[in-house]
């Protein structure tokens, strides 16, 4: 009866930082993952830096959209696995049987992902900025905010996916269903109001094209205007909202 009630009762300080600390450690002796995280984004920006060599106002026209973009695609792409391992190796059956809830679970993840997401996004922007030369005319710790929080909205959509894929492989064709649709229309190649006027209608609620008029935002302007609060709220609030909902739908074990 304690243990049951323990599990059902508001989300737990401890028992969110202890499933935080277990996924970190797990990263830790994972070597190859923390690559993917940490050097994939810094590797990407690079390469586009010198494809763009002869015409570097192009690099710093689209540069800092995908510094925002190449962090939320390998987060998503990590956790959904990582969550689903969790679950397919009967780990999270065995974890939920403990006094653990499936919102102390989910914030765990969040957490332990966010801290990662926080050295990926410093990492990127860093290089970005001072080695690629982006020429941002607003706050650098703009452009590193809404990379967070982009980094953070590819974690919550991965741990919202992965409740509903039976394999690794499945989560990773998601891939083309939640990511792709949003890369196409959230105006990195099109500006938005020149699209099609469904497309743009739906773009206009895609949580990706708030994060690219973010970074565009910081690109050209040098003090906050409503624009730039208003995309970095729909961000950090559909990232909070996916959550959510990763920790409704999320299930024990694969059927």
Known sequence: MT?????????????TTATAARVLRQLHHDPRTIALLLLVPVLMITLLRYVFDGAPGTFDSIGAS???????????????????RERTSGTLERLLALPLGK??????????????????SVLATAVSVRLLGLDVTG???????????????????????SAFA????????????????????????????????????ISNVLPMSYAVDGMDQVVRHSDLIGAFLRDVAVVAGSALLVLCLGAVTLRRRTP
């Open 3 to 15: 243990a049951t009630t323990t599990a059902t009762s508001p989300l737990s300080l401890s028992r």
């Open 66 to 84: 995908l510094l925002g973009i190449f962090p939320l695609i390998t987060m998503f792409l990590v956790t959904s696995i990582a969550t689903l």
């Open 103 to 120: 919102g102390d679970l989910i914030a765990g993840y969040a957490l332990a992902f966010g801290a990662v997401a926080v050295v990926q």
């Open 139 to 161: 706050s650098p710790w703009l452009l590193l905010l809404v990379a967070l929080l982009d980094a953070l909205l590819g974690t919550a959509l991965g741990l919202f996916v």
């Open 166 to 201: 039976a394999s690794e492989f499945q989560a990773i064709q998601f891939m083309p269903a939640v990511i792709f649709p949003q890369l196409l229309l959230c105006g990195l190649f099109v500006p938005r109001d020149r699209m099609h006027p469904v497309l743009e209608a």
